[in-house]
């Protein structure tokens, strides 16, 4: 199994809703990533888990709230977020020794209303 | 800080040809891994090829190969009988040896023609 798993696919949210992204794969990885992606632009990084602790978190708004509930799960719990945040988000995972490729998921995009 | 700089936003190719794909790097750093990503239409990033930075034997996966210069700090990939799936975003990305961060280039937009 390579897959990683995202839902849902397609999020419609206003400003004051709460909402959360998961994120599942069952490789064994035990570093998992939050990325977020606007159009016709790379990936930017959100977040880091390694061994389900949270290892980087590039300076990202409280608004975005990561989780780690065990090696194979990570949860990105959204709240009071803004229009700009609207971008397809991206899971990935990967092994923490050797090359240590990401494998990843095909995204959920959110819009923010 | 690394960086990864892909100079050309958009290429075509026709069906059948060959085609190369530009990518710069910047680090101090001596041992590294590279990596060629490709992203569809229908979203999902996946890897194409990687490189390790020791090794001076470039890889090759099936059309796909890539030319890399450590002292030059480049990274080209080249594909061959190029086919209409192989339309995509092409990302290139850089990540030492010592931490867990990904970091891409702006990507290279490939349309292929018939």
């Known amino acids: 199994d390579t897959e990683v798993t995202q839902t849902p696919k397609h999020l419609v949210m206003g400003m004051t809703n709460k909402k959360s992204l998961k994120c599942e794969q069952h490789?064994?990885?035990?570093?998992m990533y939050w990325y977020k992606q606007k159009a016709k632009k790379p990936p930017e990084l959100m977040f880091v888990?390694?061994?389900?602790?949270?290892?980087i978190n590039e300076s990202v708004p409280s608004r975005f709230s990561p989780e780690c509930p065990n090696s194979s799960l990570l949860n990105l719990h959204l709240h009071a977020l803004q229009p700009e945040d609207s971008a397809l988000y991206l899971c990935?995972?990967?092994?923490?020794?050797?090359?240590?490729?990401?494998?990843f998921g095909e995204g959920s995009r959110l819009t923010v209303l | 800080a690394q960086t990864v700089t892909q100079s050309q936003p958009e290429m075509s190719v026709q069906e059948a040809e060959t085609v190369t794909l530009s990518c710069t790097y910047d680090t101090s750093e001596s041992d590294y891994y590279l990596f060629w990503y490709k992203q569809p239409p229908s979203r999902q990033m996946i890897l194409v090829i990687r490189q390790e930075a020791y090794k001076q034997q470039n890889a090759t996966e099936n059309r796909f190969s890539v030319n890399f210069q450590k002292a030059a700090k480049s990274f080209s990939l080249k594909i061959s009988d190029s086919q209409l799936g192989d339309a995509a975003m092409y990302f290139c990305?850089?990540?030492?040896?010592?931490?867990?961060?990904?970091?891409f280039g702006t990507g290279t937009r490939l349309q292929v023609f018939p």
């Open positions: 990935a995972s990967s092994q923490l020794t050797g090359p240590g490729e990401l494998f």
């Open positions: 990305a850089y990540r030492s040896y010592n931490t867990d961060k990904l970091i």
């Open positions: 888990y390694s061994y389900e602790k949270l290892s």
């Open positions: 490789m064994g990885h035990r570093a």
